[in-house]
Every structure is written in C-alpha cells, then in structure tokens.
C-alpha cells in the first residue's frame, strides 16, 4: 500500500518511519495517512462526478474530529446517526446544509437538534418516525426534508452482523408500504419527501448489489412520481468495500458503472455514504509485544493493542493483515497460509477474555519483547468502537500529512477513566 511502505526494511506511514513515532508517543498508536484519505474521496468524487453527488462521509466509521476536518476540507458532506454525530460534524465545522441523518431510533431532542441546524434531509425508517419528525417540526414551525428507507430485500452478501438491506433487518420500510408511507407525507405539509434511500450492508465486495438496487430505485422513483411526488434524490447508502487480505477491493469506478446509469435514467441527484472505503486503509495499528510464551502447543505473541481498541476481529472474526514494523521477513504479498521462515503464531492482547485476539493461527515472523506490530486497515470501526474495557485508557491518534505529524487525539489518562464518575 503506497500510504505504509516498508522502505530498507522498516514500515513507513507516508515519510515517517513508524518505529520513530512509537517512541515519540508510546503504543499502542493510531497512525493515519492524510493523503490516503484523501485520494480516495478524489477516486469517489471522480467517478461519480457526471451525476454530481453529494458525498455524506459515514461518521460512525471513524469520527475523531482530526479526521472528520481532513473530509470537511475535501468539500463532503456527512452521514450521522445520532445527535452525538451531529455535534462532532458541528465541532469539527462541518457544513450541516450536507448532513443526512440516518437510525432506526432518532429521539425527538435529536430530531429537534437536527433541525435547528437545517440538515440536508432525515433518512426515515418507519411509520412512528415519520409522525415524530412532523410533530417536532410542527412545533418549531418548520418542514422536514425526508427520503423513506427502503429495506430492498437484496443478500449483499455480507457478515450477518452487518448486513441490513434483507427482509426481516430491523432496518427500513419493506417496499409493499412505501407508497401507503408515501402518500402519507404528502399529505403532510411539515414534511417534504425529497426521494429514497438504500443501504444493502457493509462490506460489499460486488457490483451486483448495487446494480440491483439501482433497478429498484428506478421502479419506486417512477411509481412514487405517478403518485404525484416530486423527488428527486437517490441516497444508496454506503458499504463499498475494502482490501483487507490483498487486492480484494474494487475501485469506486466499478460502483459507479453500475449506480451513475440508474441514477440517470430516474432522473436523480445522488447521495452515498461512504465510511470504510474514505477511512478503512488510512490507518495502522502499532502495537508492541509485552511478552512471548509456548503453552499447549502453540505460540502466542502477546501485545499492547488489545480488543478494547480493535473489536473487530473478536465481534466480527474480521481479518486484518499483521506484521512486523521491521520484520525479520519481508511481509509477503499474501499473507494468508503458509510463509516460509514464519512460524503460526497467534496475536493476543492482554484482555481477559479469549476473543481478545487479532490473528490466529498466522504464519509471523518471529517476534521478541519489545519488538513493534502493525495492524493494517484499522482506519474504519477501529477508534470509534474503541472502549475503556478493563479500564484501559484509549490510545494516541496521529494524522501524518508527508513529513508532517499532527497528534488528533491525546491517549487518555488513568484520571480520565474516573472523570465522570461522581461518588
Ligand atoms: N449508511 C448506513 C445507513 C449505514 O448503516 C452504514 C454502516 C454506512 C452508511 C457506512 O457503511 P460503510 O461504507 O462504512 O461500509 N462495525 C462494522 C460495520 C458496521 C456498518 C454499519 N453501517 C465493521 O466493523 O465491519
């Protein structure tokens, strides 16, 4: 990956040796590369560019404001799903005339604090929701943009943890009621029906379920506008996925063949919501090995970087690529099976429970204490779903822009475990 190169045998992050930022500000170590993201709103900026979308970067992927100015400076948009979410895109000065608010359960004060600040439109999800957003604008004497989500009843193929465009997700409205839904808006002068909103799962590793929700979008869209509405936006969420083993991920250019013809054909603007492709490859994890120890036969290699930080693999059995910072063997390109002069280590952190892992059964060069780890792809889902879990403080997160090293986040402190407790 051209943001983290091993260079004379070291990693790198851009023009920083990862080694010399470990020992300036400790591990574990959240280290991000700015053109990196950068490159990649460029890449979905230009492949969508001939139906001019309107990008809304997926907050809950990664939300340290650090992160969410670099996307701000990029001219996105966002996608929030709570009132927390909003007030991070307000601090971060995020333009909120951009910001699409998605979840199943908006509390009226969210729903209050997303129009106060003249949000670009609700994604709504049920019947109930759409009642509580026209009350509280009624009472603030405003109308409510609003697209209807629609549960397209498409497998995108996903984890079963993160999938959410099939029948039976609690996510959406399922397609029989939307134009019951939507007639209902109609007749409702607080609310606005701007157009419809898709998101099929994260990660999607194919076109095909876009394309099929682009037919779809079209079908509604054209149904709804006989209905007498006039909308004129398609939001199909986000979930474009990402290479976390090899070259798995497919450039935004393939999405974009199969979404810009759909959106054009309906006539449409286009929303998408981006969050693991923008952020997912920006970031590696650095760790350091606390001790080594062979027991029932096995090696493990235990580390700083615990599942308090990274969840991912013990929630999800998510992989992610490890290896050495100055590896005794250069990291192969894959780096699954065997790897000659490696031997099958299993990666631990020093969580009490065995789910704390990020490899297992890998094939690692060796390791000894003291020695660095990278854990790569760690940029989306990493820091946001990071906790305190057995009270350990959240780590340090730096931006590294060529040369430059910005800290976005300082590590926390054991007084900042305790701060909010009163008694
Ligand atoms: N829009 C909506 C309505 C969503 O629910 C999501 C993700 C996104 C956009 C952004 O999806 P992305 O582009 O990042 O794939 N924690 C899991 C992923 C959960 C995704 C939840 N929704 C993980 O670590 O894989």
């Known amino acids: 990956m051209q943001s983290f190169p091993y260079r004379d045998g070291e990693l790198y992050c851009e023009n920083v040796p990862m080694a010399k930022l470990a020992e300036q500000y400790g591990t574990p170590l959240w280290v991000y590369s700015k053109s990196f993201i950068l490159g990649q709103l460029k890449q979905i900026q230009t492949a969508f560019a001939e139906v001019d979308p309107v990008i809304c970067y997926s907050v809950k992927a990664n939300s340290t404001l650090g992160i969410l100015r670099v996307i701000r400076d990029a001219g996105c948009g966002f996608d929030v799903v709570s009132g927390g979410e909003l007030y991070r895109v307000k601090a971060a000065g995020g333009d909120t005339s951009k910001v699409v608010f998605a979840g199943v359960g908006k509390t009226d004060e969210e729903i209050r604090f997303a129009l106060e600040n003249d949000i670009l439109m609700f994604d709504v999800e049920s019947e109930q929701e759409l009642d509580a957003i026209a009350a509280v604008a009624d009472s603030m004497g405003k ?88 909308i004129n936006w398609i939001n199909l969420g986000g979930g474009f996925g990402i290479s976390y083993r ?42 350091k090995v606390v001790y080594t120890k062979r027991e029932g036969g096995k090696l493990f290699v235990i580390q700083d970087a615990a599942m308090n930080d990274l969840i991912r693999p013990a929630m999800y059995d998510s992989f992610h690529r490890v290896w050495p910072v100055r590896p005794a063997t250069p990291m192969p390109e894959n780096v699954e099976g065997e790897i000659v002069g490696c031997e099958k280590t299993d990666l631990v952190g020093p969580v009490c429970e065995s789910s704390d892992y990020f490899a297992k059964d890998r094939y690692l060069p060796k390791m000894q204490r003291g020695d660095l780890v990278a854990t790569f792809s760690a940029g989306a889902y990493g820091t946001a779903m990071s906790s305190n879990y057995n009270s350990r403080p959240r780590a340090t997160e730096v931006l590294v822009d060529g040369s430059t090293v910005t800290v976005i986040r300082r590590r926390e402190t054991y007084a900042d475990l305790v701060a909010h407790e009163l008694s």
Do not use: W
């Open 143 to 230: 109308v409510a943009r609003v697209v209807l989500r629609l549960n397209p009843d498409i497998d995108a193929k996903t984890h079963a943890k993160t999938t959410t465009g099939k029948k039976g997700n609690k996510f959406g409205m399922d397609i029989e009621r939307f134009r019951e839904l939507a007639a209902k808006v109609l007749r409702d002068k607080r609310l606005a029906l701007k157009g419809i909103h898709m998101h099929l799962g994260s990660p999607i590793l194919t076109t095909g379920p876009y394309a099929a929700a682009g037919q779809k979008a079209i079908e509604v869209v054209e149904a709804l506008r006989l209905d007498g509405h006039d």
């Open 246 to 287: 090899g070259n798995e991920g497919l450039p935004a250019s393939a999405y974009a063949e199969v979404i810009v013809p759909a959106v054009q054909q309906a006539k449409c603007r286009l929303a998408l919501e981006p969050g693991r492709f923008v952020v997912g490859n920006s970031c590696v994890l650095v760790s």
